[in-house]
């Protein structure tokens, strides 16, 4: 075996390494690079490196999440978030986090008015205190996902969706008869839309519709008061949907769907989806 020469990363420039860097993912970089030397850590503190903070593939492949709910965890995601915001020189993108607290998303609010993409899911700590500030300087935001954050509320949505005219995609789980009728005055541009398990009828679903012209995307999953009619009356908007059938009252008879309805649904699913489900 002949013997091969080792590459000398010490050689690389720093526009080749902040290269390379950048197809790292943010877990990829804080536990590689960051710890190799201190040159490579002040690289990683470049704006460029710092656009995006996307920790959802850490908290999917965490086996432990009991620690989560403390107050120190929610200190910890919080410091993360501050730090990235101080890095990016305000050129923060996109955040997409969980169990985060009022106190870093105001930071965020104050210092990050190109902010597109926010998704604070399972955040029990953030309230109308943060969400004002997000929707009165991140006025160039395009999709917005709060499920399982429960003190937002629909107000909060409704200043959001009155300052934040951009807003394509908006995701809200369990959300109320009130909060959906908030809904439908400020969803006008909304094109993608997911309102799992929350209280909506075949009535307001039809109002929803109707107000929401641009809407392509519809996630209706546990919503356990829709019948098939809520689809079949509102054909003009391609929908994916899924009925929750444990615990429905009433269960969507899908036979009584058009043929161009059950095609739109259907096109949205994987070939193996479709083998070992519809076409059984």
């Not at 959802?56 to 410091?79: C, Q, R, T």
């Not at 075949?202 to 689809?231: H, M, P, V, W």
């Amino acid at each position: 075996m002949g013997s091969r020469v080792l590459p000398d990363w010490t050689e690389l420039t720093p526009e080749c390494l902040l290269d390379i860097f950048s197809r790292l993912s943010i877990g990829q970089l804080w536990n590689g690079p960051m710890l190799v030397c201190k040159t490579w850590t002040k690289l990683c503190h470049d704006p460029s490196l710092n656009i995006t903070l996307d920790l959802e593939a850490e908290f999917l492949s965490s086996e432990d999440s009991n620690h989560w709910w403390s107050p120190e965890f929610e200190e910890k995601v919080d410091s993360t978030i501050r730090s990235v915001v101080d890095r990016s020189k305000g050129g923060l993108k996109e955040i997409r986090v969980r169990h985060c607290t009022d106190q870093s998303l105001s930071y965020v609010a104050e210092r990050c008015p190109n902010l597109e993409v926010l998704g604070v899911t399972y955040s029990p700590k953030i309230t109308v205190e943060s969400m004002r500030k997000i929707a009165s300087n991140c006025t160039k935001l395009i999709e917005l996902d709060i499920s399982c954050s429960y003190e937002i509320s629909g107000y909060c949505i409704e200043l959001v969706g009155t300052s934040c005219k951009n807003i394509h995609i908006l995701k809200r789980n369990l959300m109320r008869p009130l909060e959906i009728t908030r809904l439908k005055r400020q969803c006008i541009y909304v094109k993608h839309l997911e309102l799992r398990f929350s209280t909506l009828t075949d009535r307001a679903l039809s109002k929803l519709c109707k107000q929401c012209s641009n809407l392509e995307y519809l996630d209706l999953f546990g919503c356990s008061y829709l019948t098939s009619d809520c689809i079949t009356t509102s054909t003009s908007t391609t929908f994916f949907f899924i009925p929750d059938q444990m615990g429905s009252r009433v269960h969507p008879d899908w036979t009584e769907l058009p043929p161009e309805c059950l095609l739109g649904i259907f096109s949205r699913l994987s070939m193996g989806q479709r083998r070992n489900g519809q076409m059984l």
